[in-house]
């Protein structure tokens, strides 16, 4: 003990950081190989909005599901509004409003909600 304070605690973080640095190529590698892994698979790509591609019916739709989870879907359709094409997606909420999502079809955005 030294001035009420442990040394041995104060040794901590030290010891932690030289590890670290010890370690730091191998720890670089390993986010290297788990990066590399997402973005193949495209997990770190395969949202619609973040990339801005293009998104079908289907695809819009589990998106409007996976926001919402506890909804169920009622019916879902492919209009063109003012000359862009956009899903339209109707839901049931768990306390028994339609709830209607308007998804951009060109980027998979969403333009609007509206509560009925």
Not at 42 to 60: H, S
Not at 80 to 85: F, H
Request: glycine content about 8%; overall charge neutral; charged content about 20%.
């Amino acid at each position: 003990m030294q001035n009420g304070v442990c040394v041995v605690e104060r040794a901590l973080p030290l010891q932690f950081w030289f590890i670290v640095l010890m370690n730091a190529e191998r720890i670089m590698k390993i986010f290297k190989g788990i990066l590399i892994a997402l973005i193949g698979s495209g997990t770190l790509l395969a949202d619609p909005v973040l990339t801005g591609t293009a998104v079908g019916l289907e695809q819009a739709t589990k998106q409007v599901i996976s926001s919402n989870y506890a909804s169920r879907v009622l019916s879902a359709k492919t209009e063109e509004i003012d000359g862009r094409k956009v899903h339209i997606i109707k839901t049931l909420t768990p306390d028994g409003r339609i709830q209607q999502q308007t998804i951009a079809a060109d980027t998979g955005a969403l333009l609007d909600i509206d509560n009925n």
